[in-house]
């Protein structure tokens, strides 16, 4: 088989990679996943997206992906279950008043998506569910909100299959094929596929390929986990965040509330499993921020993994030194599936035409060994 572009991963990554490659006119295209499209970390997600980075770079690059999520949703037939309903971040310390200040007046206001502090009688007034004790303020972020992932995949997936292009499910890409110091395929466990370019968007798992070509990035599969409750009528509005625990709460509109919290990290690809702890562990979170949901049946839980690079940034593009034609997109640190819509489409003119503009030049891989990380801590989800 042969096929121009070869994309390894069919999740979130390289859906709209191959949806913005096939929209540019290019339609020889194959996607390649080892399971069911998006069984990565894709369709394990929390579906949250929001414009509220501590970077720059990643605040700007969120705010024009948010768009293009918006766009791409409202062109679906299927109701992705969209609602900007924002993050309110609890504040326990004045400090932490100060750097949101800051950020709100010296990035968030510039770039178009100013938030608002609240008092603890403000937030009382608007969100009485929420668990105000210790509070001495919050944080709304209006622009934030939620969606549903599966929706959104299965949109992508739809509208690139419409544009020509070819999915081939539960194939395990075994190995990247050089020849020259250029790619010339790669070796599935069905057959060689032939390819004039391929892009790894094999979120955890992508440095198995990579290293086996003497590539290594610094990337690290972490283990995360996410609960939900029985459906109830929707109450909670913003996506609640605790910055004295790093816990979360929120509710998709067909009623599930959901949540995760900072717990032991497990790293590496370990088995994708809940623990009863960590259910424990969970439950007791979620109803010190909502007392409300102590009251409610757990549904279920699972987890997936976080892809976490040293700046908790993406990773997007080659490296010169590379063989030629080889591209990287994944290292998305828990915010992925919010700022593939412009990856995907960055990715797409950088495979085609090798274009790097300036939104995408601090992603580089080269940034690692240039020492030119992203100054990003904000890690939710
Ligand atoms: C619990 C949890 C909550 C999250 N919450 C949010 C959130 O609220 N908002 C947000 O924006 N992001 C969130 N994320 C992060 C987001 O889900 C990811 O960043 C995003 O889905 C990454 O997409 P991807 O395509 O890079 O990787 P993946 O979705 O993991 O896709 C990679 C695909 O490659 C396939 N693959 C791997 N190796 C091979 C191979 N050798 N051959 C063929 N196929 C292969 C895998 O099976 C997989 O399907 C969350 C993640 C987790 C785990």
């Known amino acids: 088989m042969k096929s121009r572009v070869v994309i390894v991963g069919g999740g979130i990554m ?28 894709s369709c394990r997600n929390a579906g949250h997206f929001r414009v509220h980075f501590w970077a720059p770079e990643n605040a700007h690059f969120a705010v024009e992906a948010n768009k293009r999520l918006l766009d791409f949703a409202s062109k679906l037939k299927w109701d992705p279950e969209i609602h900007r309903g924002g993050y309110l971040w609890l504040l326990y310390e004045e400090e932490q008043i100060n750097v949101f200040k800051r950020m709100n007046n010296e990035l968030w206001a510039k770039l178009g998506v100013p938030g608002e502090i609240l008092t603890p009688e403000k937030i009382s007034e608007d ?17 934030d909100g939620k969606m549903n992932p599966d929706i959104i995949v299965f949109g992508y997936r739809k509208k690139a299959e419409e544009l020509g292009v070819r999915f081939l499910t539960y194939t395990k890409t075994e190995g990247i094929v050089l020849k020259g110091g250029r790619v010339r395929g790669v070796q599935t466990d069905k057959g060689f596929i032939e390819a004039e370019k391929v892009l790894v968007a094999a979120g955890a798992w992508s440095n ?8 290594d990035l610094p990337i690290e599969p972490q283990r995360k986990e996410l609960g939900v409750t029985e459906p109830m009528k929707y109450f909670i509005k913003p996506l609640t965040i605790s910055m004295k625990t790093g816990a979360f709460i929120g509710q998709h509109l067909r009623g599930e509330i959901l949540g995760s919290l900072d717990y032991p990290v497990v790293k590496g690809l370990a088995p994708l499993v809940n623990t009863l702890e960590w259910i424990r562990a969970w439950a007791k979170e979620m109803s010190e921020l909502v007392p409300l949901v102590m009251h409610l049946m757990f549904l279920r839980a699972w987890s997936g993994y976080y892809t976490m ?52 030049k601090p992603y580089l891989p080269t940034r690692f060994k240039e020492g030119k990380l992203i100054n990003e801590t904000m890690v939710i989800g």
């Open 127 to 143: 969100y009485p569910y929420v668990n105000i004790e210790g509070v001495i303020a919050g944080f709304l972020g209006p622009q």
């Open 208 to 215: 198995e390929l990579l290293k086996a070509i003497d590539i």
């Open 14 to 41: 390289g859906l709209t990679t191959a949806y913005n490659i096939a929209l540019l006119g290019e339609r020889d295209v194959t996607v390649i996943e080892q399971g069911y499209i998006a069984s990565g970390a």
């Open 309 to 360: 690079t040293p700046d908790h940034s993406h990773i997007l593009g080659r490296d010169p030194e590379w063989p030629e034609n080889l591209y990287i997109a994944t290292g998305f640190s828990g915010h992925g599936f919010m700022m593939s819509p412009l990856a995907g489409e960055l990715m797409a003119k950088n495979i085609l035409y090798d274009e790097v503009n300036n939104v995408m």
